[in-house]
């Protein structure tokens, strides 16, 4: 396995520690490319104002004169968890300030992603059933390049405001547009994800209302962060100062049991501690939960439990949502092996390719951008999953996963240059994408795709068969090894472009236990030198997926976990590689 260490910034690493961060975590924080020593604060009153975003004063005035007239808002949501968490928060934001406000989420299988101008006749229908028609329409999440269905809209008399954080493109809609990425834009965050901008929103109009109203108690916010906690995570945005900010202002009310009774509920059903959450429950226990009604039908009974203010509702939903994600799960695991099984023989026989491109069909629209991810992680090349559209059957529909030195959209982008008429439609942003074709066209597209990946980024990897790089932190010392160390990294946000620390160390294998024949229970003891005997007492660790048997001496890139069977947490090593193995596990 190849590996190498990060490098580390003495003068942050003096920095950190001089203003009382302990050594591990100052050690792990200085090679990760902090600005300063202050990008590790997380107070909210370092958050950059919400006026440094640019249209954020007309939008947030638009959203207060609706409030004020009571005129009917809906706010246009999208199918993930980034989208369904933006919706929920200004859901019950506004709602808080007196906003009549509803929600909806165009249905993935039929209208597609973002507003539309079916989804407004969609929503006319809806008004002309239950009057009255709404006045405003606030997009989260989606609508930078709807210029066509914004259009529509004001035409029929509504009003839009459009709130996104995807690449703009070469027109901007008509009306107030909330994106970090415009080009006239200065604020300093460009990777907020949806939900962040849905909350920078509630700031901005919670601000009006109380320049309106100085006599009144300021609308409470704060605790709908932890939904901006999840949508950040969930949508895999890197983790700059700022999101890391939110996720750790989210985390905290959390775990005080301050946050929406929806999003405890879906703690609840997945089995996990809401008192103890860390950043790791949302991306691998809730927000798969909530995105599980996105793939498999749609994600209006997501948004619904989150914004419930009935308990026993409340945790009805959040079991629906949990046994969706079981028959996701299974989904995925049938879908995703026959995927590896296809990509394996590809990499293995054909000539080196700088992405991989894969389709079946009999594969899930919904599950495709599963399909990517666990191939990307594999090959570590940017991947496309195509599968055929439930109804559309002349179109093929794909999701892409990337690598960080590719730009996704921006690739798309090039290959619809190269070819024009090849993609019917594509959006996204650096790490994931989605576009349809025509189903005959998916050999062009692959072809295109290569070239347009060596056009704009000639230093890519390309595809082989796992020979991948890992980046640590190096190794530990016996005295580092102890549960108080994996307690003061995991109370830290981890993530996308600010990965958990990984070290490595050699040890002696004290002994080995498989479990339900994939994984490995093991008993470590530490080599600090060279041809020395272990030291010290031994370790506990977990190798998932790991390659059966292993020797009984070992190099390893491991994390720091806590194990907290039956309540009592307990330091335990989770092994991510052998380096002295070519196959990442």
Same mark, same amino acid.
């Not at 959450?277 to 948004?303: H, Q, V, W």
């Given at each position: ?217 300021? %609308? ?30 989210? @985390? ?47 994600? %209006? ?158 230093? %890519? ?92 001496? @070992? ?31």
């Amino acid at each position: 396995m190849m590996h190498k260490q990060r490098q580390l910034d003495s003068h942050l690493f003096k920095d950190l520690v001089d203003k009382g961060c302990p050594e591990l975590l100052a050690h792990c924080l200085a090679g990760r490319n902090l600005a300063s020593a202050d990008d590790h604060l997380s107070q909210l009153s370092r958050l950059p104002a919400a006026r440094d975003l640019k249209d954020m004063a007309a939008a947030s005035q638009k959203v207060f004169q609706a409030i004020e007239r009571a005129e009917p808002i809906v706010v246009v949501g999208d199918y993930d968890a980034d989208g369904a968490t933006a919706t929920a928060t200004l859901m019950l934001g506004l709602r808080r300030m007196g906003a009549v406000c509803d929600f909806i989420v165009p249905d993935r299988f039929r209208l597609g992603y973002g507003i539309s101008r079916a989804l407004i006749e969609e929503l006319l229908i809806r008004a002309d059933l239950k009057a009255p028609a709404p006045k405003l329409l606030i997009t989260v999440d989606n609508g930078i390049n709807a210029v066509d269905a914004v259009a529509f809209a004001k035409a029929q008399g509504i009003e839009v405001i459009v709130t996104d954080h995807h690449l703009p493109g070469a027109q901007l809609p008509d009306c107030p547009v909330v994106d970090p990425h415009r080009s006239d834009c200065s604020f300093p965050f460009k990777t907020i994800a949806g939900v962040g901008l849905a909350f920078y929103l509630l700031i901005a109009v919670r601000a009006l209302i109380a320049k309106a109203k100085p006599n009144e108690k300021p %609308t409470r916010i704060d605790d709908l962060l932890p939904l901006v906690a999840m949508g950040t995570v969930a949508d895999l945005v890197r983790l700059c100062a700022n999101n890391r900010r939110l996720v750790t202002q989210g @985390l905290l009310r959390l775990r005080e049991g301050l946050a929406p009774l929806g999003l405890l509920a879906l703690f609840e059903a997945a089995g996990r501690d809401a008192s103890q959450a860390n950043a790791s429950d949302f991306g691998y226990a809730i927000a798969p939960m909530l995105n599980a009604a996105g793939r498999l039908t749609e994600m %209006t009974l997501g948004i619904a439990c989150l914004i419930e203010n009935d308990p026993i509702q409340a945790k009805a939903m959040a079991e629906e949502l949990r046994d969706l994600n079981q028959e996701r799960k299974q989904i995925q695991k049938e879908q995703s092996e026959q995927a590896l099984a296809m990509a394996e023989v590809a990499v293995n026989t054909g000539p080196a390719s700088n992405a991989l491109v894969v389709s079946h069909p009999q594969w899930h629209e919904g599950i495709v951008g599963l399909i990517a991810s666990r191939l990307k992680e594999r090959w570590g090349v940017p991947v496309f999953a195509f599968a055929p559209s439930r109804d559309r059957p002349n179109l093929l529909k794909g999701s892409g996963r990337s690598v960080s030195d590719v730009h996704l959209r921006d690739c798309l982008a090039r290959v619809d240059s190269l070819k024009p008429g090849l993609i019917d439609r594509f959006g996204g942003h650096a790490m994931a994408a989605g576009l349809t074709l025509q189903n005959d066209r998916l050999k062009d597209f692959e072809r295109c795709l290569s070239q347009a990946i060596e056009e704009l980024f000639s230093n %890519t990897t390309r595809a082989t068969t796992g020979r991948d790089c890992l980046l640590t932190d190096g190794p530990l010392a016996r005295h580092q090894l102890h549960l108080e160390s994996a307690l003061a990294l995991e109370d830290q946000v981890w993530g996308q472009g600010f990965e958990a620390p990984l070290f490595t160390n050699d040890f002696q294998v004290l002994h080995q236990q498989v479990l339900k024949e994939h994984h490995l229970r093991l008993r470590l003891g530490l080599i600090e030198e060279s041809n020395s005997p272990w030291v010290g007492e031994p370790l506990e660790a977990i190798w998932f997926n790991a390659p059966l048997p292993v020797a009984s001496r @070992l190099q390893l890139a491991y994390r720091l976990g806590v194990n907290r069977f039956r309540g009592w947490p307990a330091l335990q090593l989770e092994v991510v590689a052998d380096l002295g193995n070519e196959k990442l596990q």
